[in-house]
C-alpha cells in the first residue's frame, strides 16, 4: 500500500468510523504525533458536525448507533432476503406490496397471524404482530416470523444473540397463550416488546429513531 493511499484512507476512516480511523493512524500515520493529534481532532469535528446536521448527534452520544429508518417497500425487501437466507426451506416471505392506507399498512401471513405497521413521514415507526396460536404448528410459525423480523431489523446480530432476544421476551420454545404477561427488551434501533392477554398475543416493535 503506497504513501498515498495509506493517508487518504486513513483519513477517510477518521471521518466516517473514527475508532477504526485511530487505530489505523496509530498503526500507519507517518505523521509526527502533533500532526496526528490535529488531523484526529479535525476528522473527529467534521464527523460530529455531520452527524449533528442530519439529528443524529443524540444517537452518536447514548451509544445506540446511528439513527436508521425503513419505508415499507424497503422492509418486504429485507424481510424477504432475511428469509431467504435464514429460512429458505420455510416460504415464509411478504408476497404483496405494503401499500400505506393513511398511517398503517398490514398483511396476512395466515388466518392466525398479521403483521401491521405504523408510518411516519414515509418511515417505519413500529410493527406489531396480532396472534392467536390454537396449537403448536401456528406457535412455531408465529416464532419463525418473529425471528425474520428480528434479523430484518437487527441485521448485526446472530443466530444466539436473536436467541438472547428470545430469552429475554420469554418465548424461546413457544408461543404461550395462557395468562396475562409483558416483556421488553432493546437491541440497537428496536425496542422489542410482548403482550399478552385472554389468548390474544400482540408482538410490537418500536423503531427508536433520534430526536430531533
Not at 467534521?46 to 436508521?68: H, L, P
Not at 398479521?114 to 404482530?129: A, F, Y
Not at 416483556?183 to 410490537?204: L, M, N
Request: proline share 3%; glycine share 6%; net charge negative.
Amino acid at each position: 500500500m503506497t504513501s498515498y493511499i495509506k493517508m487518504a484512507a486513513m483519513i477517510t476512516l477518521c471521518i466516517f468510523i473514527p475508532p477504526l480511523g485511530w487505530l489505523f493512524m496509530y498503526k500507519y500515520s507517518t505523521f509526527d504525533r502533533k500532526t496526528n493529534f490535529v488531523l484526529a481532532a479535525a476528522c473527529l469535528a467534521f464527523f460530529v458536525y455531520a452527524n449533528i446536521s442530519a439529528g443524529n448527534v443524540g444517537n452518536i452520544f447514548s451509544g445506540k448507533g446511528f439513527e436508521q429508518s425503513l419505508t415499507p417497500t424497503e422492509f418486504r425487501e429485507k424481510f424477504n432476503a432475511a428469509s431467504k437466507r435464514l429460512a429458505p426451506n420455510l416460504g415464509i416471505e411478504i408476497s404483496e406490496s405494503l401499500n400505506v392506507d393513511g398511517k398503517n399498512f398490514s398483511y396476512e401471513f395466515a388466518p392466525q397471524l398479521k403483521l401491521v405497521g405504523t408510518v411516519d413521514s414515509e418511515q417505519i415507526i413500529e410493527l406489531k404482530i396480532f396472534t392467536e396460536p390454537k396449537n403448536q404448528d401456528e406457535s412455531f410459525q408465529v416464532i419463525n416470523v418473529l425471528g425474520l423480523l428480528i434479523a430484518t431489523l437487527n441485521p448485526e446480530l446472530d443466530a444466539e444473540d436473536r436467541g438472547e432476544v428470545f430469552r429475554d421476551l420469554r418465548m424461546l420454545k413457544e408461543v404461550s397463550t395462557e395468562g396475562s404477561y409483558d416483556w421488553t427488551t432493546e437491541r440497537g434501533w428496536a425496542k422489542y416488546s410482548v403482550h399478552a392477554d385472554k389468548g390474544k398475543v400482540i408482538f410490537s416493535v418500536e423503531l427508536m429513531r433520534a430526536e430531533k
